[in-house]
Structure formats: structure tokens, C-alpha cells
């Protein structure tokens, strides 16, 4: 069943880390050596990223390292940071108001009413809150207590596709069914103190952010031009359980990155997405924009090598990158919400990759 997108919005926390300034914070919570020091600043200059929103940053004309009071300097080599406990916390203050204020702006996109809504999905891999976001918003917005609850946990930087994808089956299990969908993520929750080369390419990559969609079934009429979710695809990779990981640490989430990801994507991302677009009478060359959720540079890199296409499908990505980091789910969604404003081409596929490592992918007409 198609599910019509009928509003997009979205929210960033409203100060910025810059990543050149960030490098040398890391360098001083690393306990780094000069050879590590320049090491660490290769690494984030080669990131792709040139600013980040985070809400463990605060405002004011000081240097970063004392605008980050979540983060006290390290005592000691074996200080590994805030426990995530404390991190936990955090995230059930700060993810509540960001989430509120990416979803008002989708049903103002909309033009649906909070009232209207009849199924609630929210998408988050950073935290656990309960009751949480959508309880919050159901309070702050005046979303109908019986509104139907799902939520889309720990699935990584692709969890937004999977929360389209069940806001798809409630549109077709129910065609009077209007949706929202929030995803909500405080990846900097979860910076990692010391030299821990697991973490290092996740520091600096991971940013905060959140997003929203309002959307309906098929059964109503669209606006003119809608962007309509059409079909859905997902592939989980042979071998490669150890290419991207997500787990629960003492001192924050920790997030592992294998040099092997690009290597996985060429070789089995053509073949399942050829195969996956052919019930549709599609193939890639026949898609005219992409949305792919830019884990990496070299993430990204891999895709455009590996379907071979254009550079210039991947600069909304690479920009989306540069400007705002890694989301992680929210991302792909900032990525369609400029597709769609700019009135790109379509067909759309949108692409995100997580632990697994699994692919999700979105059809778009």
C-alpha cells in the first residue's frame, strides 16, 4: 500500500561544534601524544563533516572544551566519562523537546491536525525513555490518547526507513490511518573518552538531530506533486555481523565501524538492489535522484562506485554531511525533506545502512 507524504520537519539543537575546534577537544580526552594529536586531526579533517549540532554544547564565545558541561576534562587516563546512567538521563531531557519541535513542524507542513492523527511512530537508537517522546508528544501536542504506538528501537542509522516502512503497513491495514513518524537521536551522548580506536572514527562523525513525517494512506487524495513511499527493500549482508555494531557500554553506547563496510557494499549492494527494483519495472539507471544516508565519506563513495552513479546525485548527502554531521536515523529524512522541497526528479530510492550490516532501502514516486 502506498503511503503519501503529506509534511516533513525538522529540528537541530541551536549550537554548533565545529570540527576543527572538536578535534582538539578530542585530542586533550584522548591523552594523545603528538603523533596521535596529528593523527586524530587528520581523521576529522578527512571526516567530511564541517559543523555539528549537539546539545551537550552550550552558546558563548569560549572555546569548546568549556562549552561542553556534560564532559568534565578527564582526571586521570582511566576517567572514561559520564556513566550511562547519566547519559540516559540526558538523553530523556534533551531528546523530548527536539522531537516535539521536529513533529509540530511536519503537521504545520502537513496541514493536518495533531487531533488527525491515529498512529504514532517514533524511531530512536540513542536512548531509553519510558515513558518517553511519545508520550511527550502525545501530551504536548494534543495527540488522541488512543492513538496506536510503535517505536522503532536500537536499529541504528537506517531506523527511520524502518519506521516509514511500518507507517507504511498501517496505511495499508487501515486507509482512513494519518501517521506520524519521529525520529529523535542525541548521538553525542555518547563521546568517548580515551583512546579507544573503536570510537574514534564515531566521534568524529556523530552529530544530533531530529525529523519527522506526517503522512496518509492511499485512500485519500494527495496533494499535487506528494511524495509517495511506493515499496520497501531490505538486505542483511553475509558475513559481515562485525562490520558495524551498536552496543551498550558503561560509559555510553559504543559504536564500531570496520574499515570492511565499503568493501561489503560492492560487493553485494548491485546485485540485491537490481534484483529488488525489478518487481517494479525499475532498474538503477532509471532512478533519478537518491537520497543515500551518508554514514561516511567513504560510505558514500562506495554507493556512487558501486551503482554507478553520478557524483552529483550524492551532493544533498554530502552536504546534509557536511553541515550537520551523522544523525544517525533522523538523517535521511533531511535528505528527502530537501529532495522533496527542491522538487527533484523521481523516481527516489533512499538508502541507509546499520549494524549487520543491513541495508534499507525506500522506493519514491
Known sequence: MTFHIAGIGTALPPFTAHQQEAAGVAARFAHTDDRRARMLRLLYRKSGV???????????????EERIPYYPPPKDEHDFGPTTADRMRWYAEQARPLALQSAAAALDDSGLRASDITHLVTVSCTGFDAPGVDAHLIEQLGIPRGVARTHVGFMGCHGAMNGLRTA??????????????????????HFAYGWDEEMLVANTLFADGSASVVGFAEGRSPAEDAWSVRGHGSFLMPDSAEAMTWAIGDNGFRMTLSPRVPEA?????????????????LATDAIRSWAV????????????????IDESELTISRETLRDYGNMSSPTVLFILERLRRERCPRPCVALAFGPGLAVEAALLT
Open 265 to 281: 557494499i560492492a560487493e553485494y549492494l548491485p546485485r540485491w538492489i537490481e534484483d529488488w527494483l525489478a518487481p517494479y519495472g
Open 168 to 189: 507504511g503497513a498501517y496505511a495499508g491495514a487501515d486507509p482512513d490511518a494519518r501517521i506520524l513518524v519521529n525520529a529523535v537521536e542525541l548521538c553525542s551522548l
Open 293 to 308: 544516508h551518508p554514514g561516511g565519506p567513504r560510505i558514500l563513495d562506495a554507493v556512487r562506485d558501486a551503482l554507478r
Open 50 to 64: 564541517r559543523t555539528r549540532r549537539a546539545v551537550s554544547v552550550r552558546g558563548g564565545d569560549q572555546p569548546l
